[in-house]
Each structure stands twice: as structure tokens, then as C-alpha cells.
T-cell receptor, first 113, second 116 residues
Framework: DAKTTQPPSMDCAEGRAANLPCNHS???????VYWYRQIHSQGPQYIIH???NNETNEMASLIITEDRKSSTLILPHATLRDTAVYYC??????????????FGTGTRLKVLA | EAQVTQNPRYLITVTGKKLTVTCSQN?????MSWYRQDPGLGLRQIYY???????DKGDVPEGYKVSRKEKRNFPLILESPSPNQTSLYFC???????????????FGPGTRLTVT
């Protein structure tokens, strides 16, 4: 199964862009990269996903390197409410051939006032 | 409102006393899953279900049982809870993961279980 590696913690000033990196060097050609976040101990919340092209939605942008070995989640104007743990996830396959999410330990982002 | 609900949200129990944590979703999702979250270990999958009457083990299934008799419900059963099952549990659902679809998972609010 492809694994992801993220820095354990990051700080970002309020109003600035938060750039959260993720390494997934063992990713397969058809595996998507997903990003979720978890605020306090609430259920994780979906942010964005991508395969090889850069993606943008109302929450964030996802930049995937050309070799797909790493990606960066960008929160363009971080607010205090963006303080959370951010998970970079690759979908792997179960032994029965279906897909499953593989969560790492995430990056704890702290947005500073 | 589309949502995944779990009950109870908090539970303190004693070793060996059987318990069930319920999970229900109102989005007609085929796929449902249970995770546990422990400090420093992230989320680990316990069991998942591709559809009604179809369940399979995740990464940490020991000590747990599940059933999927109806599409909307996916209860997690601890037949004989032990202290090492003290954890934060999340139920999640999505459209089918059987194919290469890119469906997001919706998570419930979590159940904090303490086994003494």
C-alpha cells in the first residue's frame, strides 16, 4: 500500500496562505490523493482530491508534482477556523481488490492571529 | 440534511460487558466503514462493508464484529471489551468504493469509548 509522509506540525499567520506538503513516493499510477481535515476530535472532513492535475475548489487548491511523488495542499487565506489536523491520504487496495483509504498521522496546522 | 450519526457519543464501560455502537447514514451509500483513532496512530480501519450483507476486515479487526442487515445501518459490536479498545471511533460512509470511483467519505461525529 502506498504510504504518505507529512510534517507533524506547522504554523501559519492568519490571512496568509498555508502550504501543507505531503510525500507519497510509492503511489501507483491510478491512485488518487485525498486531503481531509479534522478539527479537534470531530469526524474528518473532506477537502479535495486529485490524480495528476492540479485541482481547486472553494476550500483549497491541490498541487501534485509531475512525477506524482508529492503534493501540496494550499489554503489561500488561512483563518483561525482552519486550525486542524490535515491528512493526506492515498487510496489503496484491500486483499479482496476493493479500495480503502490509508490515513497517516497528519499535519497539525495552527493558524496564528 | 445528509449525515452519518453515531450513538452513543460517549461511553464508559467495564471489561467484558458487551456493547454496540450504532451507525446510521441517510445518503443511501453502499460503502460503510469503522475506524478507530488513537494518539499518534492516526485513523485505522476496523471493518468495512461494500453493501448489505457484505463485510470484510480492515487493518485492526480483532475484538470487533459488525453486521450490515440494512443499507443505512452498520453497527460495531464489542463482544467482550478490553481496556486496549479504549479509543475514539468513527463511522464513515460513501458511494461504492468497489470501483475506481473517487467518492469522498462522510464521517460521523465519533464515539469516545473508555473500557475500565
Amino acid at each position: 500500500d502506498a504510504k504518505t509522509t507529512q510534517p507533524p506540525s506547522m504554523d501559519c499567520a492568519e490571512g496568509r496562505a498555508a502550504n501543507l506538503p505531503c510525500n507519497h513516493s510509492t503511489i501507483s499510477g491510478n491512485e488518487y490523493v485525498y486531503w481531509y481535515r479534522q478539527i479537534h476530535s470531530q469526524g474528518p472532513q473532506y477537502i479535495i482530491h486529485g490524480l495528476k492535475n492540479n485541482e481547486t475548489n472553494e476550500m483549497a487548491s491541490l498541487i501534485i508534482t509531475e512525477d506524482r511523488k508529492s503534493s501540496t495542499l494550499i489554503l489561500p487565506h488561512a483563518t483561525l477556523r482552519d486550525t486542524a489536523v490535515y491528512y493526506c491520504i492515498v487510496r489503496g487496495r484491500t486483499t479482496s481488490g476493493t479500495y480503502k483509504y490509508i490515513f497517516g498521522t497528519g499535519t497539525r496546522l495552527k493558524v496564528l492571529a | 440534511e445528509a449525515q452519518v450519526t453515531q450513538n452513543p457519543r460517549y461511553l464508559i464501560t467495564v471489561t467484558g460487558k458487551k456493547l454496540t455502537v450504532t451507525c446510521s447514514q441517510n445518503m443511501n451509500h453502499e460503502y460503510m466503514s469503522w475506524y478507530r483513532q488513537d494518539p499518534g496512530l492516526g485513523l485505522r480501519q476496523i471493518y468495512y462493508s461494500m453493501n448489505v450483507e457484505v463485510t470484510d476486515k480492515g487493518d485492526v479487526p480483532e475484538g470487533y464484529k459488525v453486521s450490515r442487515k440494512e443499507k443505512r445501518n452498520f453497527p460495531l459490536i464489542l463482544e467482550s471489551p478490553s481496556p486496549n479498545q479504549t479509543s475514539l471511533y468513527f463511522c464513515a460512509s460513501s458511494l461504492s468504493l468497489a470501483t475506481s470511483g473517487t467518492y469522498e467519505q462522510y464521517f460521523g461525529p465519533g464515539t469516545r469509548l473508555t473500557v475500565t
